[in-house]
């Protein structure tokens, strides 16, 4: 058996799907329970992986003025 290694999804569905881990993240970080840090962990692991993977804009004829 293999798996399908190219994705095609849209802007607006990972946008849902960081929406959503971001959601399942703050409800988590509210638990008491200490068996949550793995799903934690795997949760921000992916987040980082979608941030890094953003390619970031900044104009390149005028200066960038962050904020």
Request: charged share 25%.
């Amino acid at each position: 058996m293999s798996f399908n290694t190219n994705f095609k999804m849209g802007l607006r569905e990972l946008d849902i799907i960081e929406v959503s881990l971001r959601q399942r993240l703050n409800e988590l970080s509210k638990s008491t329970s200490k068996d949550h840090h793995l799903e934690m962990s795997e949760i921000r692991g992916v987040l980082g992986n979608l941030h890094n993977q953003k390619v970031w804009y900044r104009p390149k004829s005028s200066v960038y003025v962050g904020g």
